[in-house]
């Protein structure tokens, strides 16, 4: 159901803690910024 409106999931394998912790990272701050842009497109305060 996300794949059709454009949202994929892709694993990315991470060899360390330090890794790990930088693609959670993006991960987070990525979810973050659709989260934003649904409020705006639903008309709510972002």
């Not at 454009?6 to 990315?12: A, D, L, N």
């Amino acid at each position: 159901m996300l794949a059709s409106f454009g949202i994929r999931f892709v694993p990315m394998p991470a060899a360390t803690d330090a890794e790990y912790s930088m693609l959670s990272a993006i991960f987070m701050d990525k979810l973050e910024s659709l989260a934003v842009e649904a409020e705006k497109s639903e008309g709510g305060a972002a």
